[in-house]
């Protein structure tokens, strides 16, 4: 029993419009009756991305992944199909009721939205203390001297934590929250006496936000000196909503520059990425915390084709450089390092020196394997020790780029940085036994490959469900006509019933997808749906007898195979009467074989 009632799937899926969700993700063009873009999915340089307005699918024909709107929503945002459901629901204004019996899963959502409208509460009350307040001068004076006007403040929502303890828990307490969800939101603490003290204090507060906009934590900056016991940053303790290793500060707030721009710019903090969009560039986001993770970088590669990495030159920042560099290589996402001076952050070099002069920075941006070739034989000695020490400390980097062109330029421009033979880091390469491929996203050849490697249709399974699940109104009747056992695919031998089923009750495209797990015969019949046209019914009728045939050769093939390995067996055992019996049986197999022209 589905935990969403079937009627308001079908109802949320009549409403919803693949391309328009899809465009505000994916840049799209008309090519005949689809519409085409690059993959959100995996680095490609020719879009083979496709979207089907009629049948509303989508299916990538270089990495296989397909499926309906829900499935889109899942694989881009990374959430569950309730999670997608609910966000869809809202977009239509639909109001989703859970099937009984599924009490449990329709408690945690309800869960997530309480805790997300909590965190919304404490959104406005901060951005309210922040602007409407007198205690929060002394914060818009920060903001001011940093040249923060009121109106970035507002499109972040910053705002301001008073300094008692606990005016927030008041304010939530006569909101009618209770403060147990409060505490898991992350909002309050609480004390040894039973009583609720607000999490953070005299802070300027940067509020977090999930791709679909829901508040789920906060990010708390001093504005004075730090002392030995108040860290500069404190953000919201993990909670079922936030999870700081996979969300991006400012996502949400730079999707529409992201789009236009297809270039992210990669901060290390939230005044980094307020700071660029004061100067006009809205397309900064940071990681919450100090190190990258490939999940971050994953979620804005599927906003952005091209990532720019722009942390301080300090060690910390450097840290998290080269932290991102084995990221990237090993995801193929393309991206470049702009190295301010140690005394410069983006905000800082920005209102020293002007926004042209910073994009000019960022034009001149190498490549960040580029970045720390240079930077690692810059500070290596040019003696054999230094020489031999900067090619150590490269080769796993180096290891990491699975595109054999990309590997053999930075070969050799390594080799040509150090006055060494190509062939010596060649064999460096080798000799150190490093894995020349890893799991990133991969080329064309490969992902090809890879796809050919799990397709587990066979020629007339393949035609022959194309022309099923493309003929329309005819698909009913033209579907009856096959029984389980004429597939050869397992999958397709035990779901036949079912998508007999739901072809008689004129289930659309989209839906019947959902019949089927993520997985190979799934991507197998996006690409079908994407790729096929309308069938006759006689071609299909056509295309039933020689698949037909084709099953029934196998299987008296098949037997054919297990009788001469019995024989076998008797004849070893000198079992006379068995062997009599399986040679018979063997005749009368081979004239059937020769009656239907099979050998």
């Not at 507002?154 to 969800?181: C, D, I």
């Not at 919201?236 to 290793?245: A, F, I």
């Not at 994009?359 to 020790?385: C, E, H, R, T, W």
């Not at 990309?406 to 421009?413: C, G, M, S």
Request: proline share 4%; glycine share 8%; net charge neutral.
């Amino acid at each position: 029993m589905p935990l969403i009632p079937e009627e308001q799937l079908e109802q949320i899926r009549d409403q919803i419009d693949i391309i328009e969700l899809v465009s505000e993700r994916v840049p799209l063009r008309k090519a005949g009756q689809n519409f085409k873009g690059l993959c959100p999915f995996h680095t490609e340089k020719t879009p083979s991305f496709t979207v089907n307005p009629d049948k509303q699918i989508f299916h990538c024909f270089g990495c296989g992944e397909g499926g309906n709107a829900f499935r889109f929503l899942m694989n881009f945002e990374g959430i569950s199909f309730v999670e997608a459901v609910q966000q869809l629901a809202d977009r239509t204004g639909i109001r989703l009721k859970f099937v009984k019996g599924q009490e449990n899963a329709a408690k945690n959502l309800r869960h997530r939205k309480s805790l997300a409208k909590i965190n919304r509460y404490a959104a406005e009350y901060y951005f309210n203390q922040l602007h409407q307040e007198a205690s929060g001068a002394q914060a818009q004076a920060y903001l001011s001297e940093r040249g923060i006007a009121a109106t970035t403040a507002q499109r972040y929502l910053v705002g301001y934590a008073p300094s008692s303890g606990r005016a927030l828990a008041q304010f939530l307490t006569a909101k009618k929250v209770p403060m147990e969800l409060a505490q898991e939101a992350g909002l309050v603490r609480k004390g040894a006496r039973g009583d609720f003290f607000d999490f953070f204090r005299d802070r300027l507060i940067f509020p977090i936000r999930n791709a679909a906009g829901e508040f789920i934590g906060f990010g708390g900056r001093i504005f004075g000196e730090a002392t030995t016991n108040q860290p500069k940053y404190l953000n919201t303790p993990e909670s079922p909503l936030y999870h700081k290793g996979r969300e991006v500060y400012g996502l949400y707030e730079a999707r529409t520059a992201l789009r236009e721009s297809q270039q992210a710019l990669l901060v290390e903090g939230y005044m980094d990425v307020i700071g660029l969009a004061q100067a006009g560039l809205g397309s900064g986001v940071a990681p919450l915390g100090t190190a990258v993770t490939a999940d971050q970088i994953k979620r804005i590669h599927r906003n952005a084709k091209e990532l720019f990495v722009i942390f301080d030159g300090d060690r910390a920042g450097q840290k998290a450089a080269w932290r991102a560099l084995e990221i990237v290589l090993d995801l193929g996402v393309p991206a470049r390092m702009l190295a301010l001076p140690a005394t410069e952050d983006p905000d800082s070099f920005i209102r020293a020196h002007g926004l042209k002069a910073f994009q000019q920075q960022l034009l001149a941006a190498p490549g960040l394997m580029d970045y720390f070739i240079d930077k690692i034989v810059a500070l290596s000695s040019p003696d054999n020790v230094g020489k031999t020490e900067a090619v150590k400390q490269l080769m796993p980097q180096l290891a990491r780029v699975s595109g054999e062109v990309e590997k053999a330029l930075y070969i050799q421009r390594l080799a040509a940085k150090l006055a060494l033979p190509e062939q010596v880091v060649w064999r460096e390469l080798q000799s150190n036994g490093q894995r020349t491929r890893n799991f990133r996203s991969e080329g064309a050849d490969d992902i090809d490959a890879k796809r050919h490697r799990y397709v587990r249709l066979s020629p007339f399974e393949r035609d022959l469900l194309r022309a099923i699940l493309s003929n329309g109104e005819g698909a009913s009747d033209l579907s009856a006509e096959l029984e389980p056992q004429d597939w050869k695919q397992p999958e397709l031998r035990q779901m036949w019933t079912q998508i007999q089923e739901a072809l008689a009750l004129g289930t659309p495209t989209s839906k019947l997808i959902e019949l089927f797990q993520m997985g190979p015969l799934r991507q197998e019949l996006t690409a079908l749906l994407i790729a096929g046209e309308e069938v006759s019914a006689q071609q299909v009728n056509e295309l039933i007898v020689s698949c037909r045939q084709q099953l029934k050769r196998q299987q008296l093939e098949q037997k054919r195979q297990e009788l001469t390995r019995r024989i076998q067996e008797a004849e070893a055992k000198l079992d006379k009467e068995s062997l009599e019996t399986l040679l018979l049986e063997k005749n009368n197999l081979l004239k059937e074989l020769d009656q239907n022209g099979y050998r």
